[in-house]
T-cell receptor, first 114, second 115 residues
Framework: SAVISQKPSRDICQRGTSLTIQCQVDSQVTMMFWYRQQPGQSLTLIATANQGSEATYESGFVIDKFPISRPNLTFSTLTVSNMSPEDSSIYLC???????????FGAGSRLTVL | AQKVTQAQTEISVVEKEDVTLDCVYETRDTTYYLFWYKQPPSGELVFLIRRNSFDEQNEISGRYSWNFQKSTSSFNFTITASQVVDSAVYFCALSTLFGNEKLTFGTGTRLTIIP
C-alpha cells in the first residue's frame, strides 16, 4: 500500500492566519481525500482532491475556507484559511487506488489555533 | 445516507482478557466494504481489515477476529488475550464500491488495556 507523508506534523497558529498542509504519496494513486478529526471526535471527510480540477467538497465544507490543490497523482495540499480556534483539529490526508478500496492515511497534521 | 454506529465510547479491560468492539452500520447500497482502523496514541490510522458485503465469513488474524453478520448489519471486532499495546481508539468504517473509497467512520471506541 502507499506510504503517505504529511507536513507539518503539528503547528500552532494565530487566529486569522492561514496554513497549508502538504500530502505526498510515494506512488501514483487515483483517489486522495482530506479528513478532519476534531479533538476526541471521529473523522469527517472534508473533500475529495481531484487531480487537475476543483476538489469535491462535502456538506458543511467550502472551497473558500478549505482550498485544495492536486496538481498530480502523488501530491495534494489543503489550506485552512482565516483560522479560528474551532479549526483546531487533526487534518489527515488519505489515498487509495480505484478498485483497491483500501485507504492509507497519513500520520496527520495537528493544528492548534490560538 | 450511510451511517456507522459504535455504541461503546470507552472500554477498559484487564490485560489478557478478551474484548469485543461493536459496530452497526446502515446503508442502502447492496455492495459495500466494511473496515476497522486502529488509532494508537501517536495518532496515525492503521488499517486492520476490509470485508466486502458478499463475504460473510468470519476472519481471524492472530489475536484479532471479526464477525460480520449481514442479518443484523453488524461487523464486530474481538481481541483475544488483550495486551497493553492494544490500547488505542478503534474506528469502524463503511464505503461503497464503484471506485469510490470515501469512508464513513463511526465515532470510535477508546480501548484501554489495564496491566
Amino acid at each position: 500500500s502507499a506510504v503517505i507523508s504529511q507536513k507539518p506534523s503539528r503547528d500552532i497558529c494565530q487566529r486569522g492566519t492561514s496554513l497549508t498542509i502538504q500530502c505526498q504519496v510515494d506512488s501514483q494513486v487515483t483517489m486522495m481525500f482530506w479528513y478532519r478529526q476534531q479533538p476526541g471526535q471521529s473523522l469527517t471527510l472534508i473533500a475529495t482532491a481531484n487531480q487537475g480540477s476543483e476538489a469535491t467538497y462535502e456538506s458543511g465544507f467550502v472551497i473558500d475556507k478549505f482550498p485544495i490543490s492536486r496538481p498530480n497523482l502523488t501530491f495534494s495540499t489543503l489550506t485552512v484559511s482565516n483560522m479560528s480556534p474551532e479549526d483546531s483539529s487533526i487534518y489527515l490526508c488519505s489515498a487509495g487506488s480505484s478498485g483497491a478500496n483500501v485507504l492509507t492515511f497519513g500520520a496527520g497534521s495537528r493544528l492548534t489555533v490560538l | 445516507a450511510q451511517k456507522v454506529t459504535q455504541a461503546q465510547t470507552e472500554i477498559s479491560v484487564v490485560e489478557k482478557e478478551d474484548v469485543t468492539l461493536d459496530c452497526v452500520y446502515e446503508t442502502r447500497d447492496t455492495t459495500y466494504y466494511l473496515f476497522w482502523y486502529k488509532q494508537p496514541p501517536s495518532g496515525e490510522l492503521v488499517f486492520l481489515i476490509r470485508r466486502n458485503s458478499f463475504d460473510e465469513q468470519n476472519e481471524i488474524s492472530g489475536r484479532y477476529s471479526w464477525n460480520f453478520q449481514k442479518s443484523t448489519s453488524s461487523f464486530n471486532f474481538t481481541i483475544t488475550a488483550s495486551q497493553v499495546v492494544d490500547s488505542a481508539v478503534y474506528f469502524c468504517a463503511l464505503s461503497t464500491l464503484f471506485g469510490n473509497e470515501k469512508l464513513t467512520f463511526g465515532t470510535g471506541t477508546r480501548l484501554t488495556i489495564i496491566p
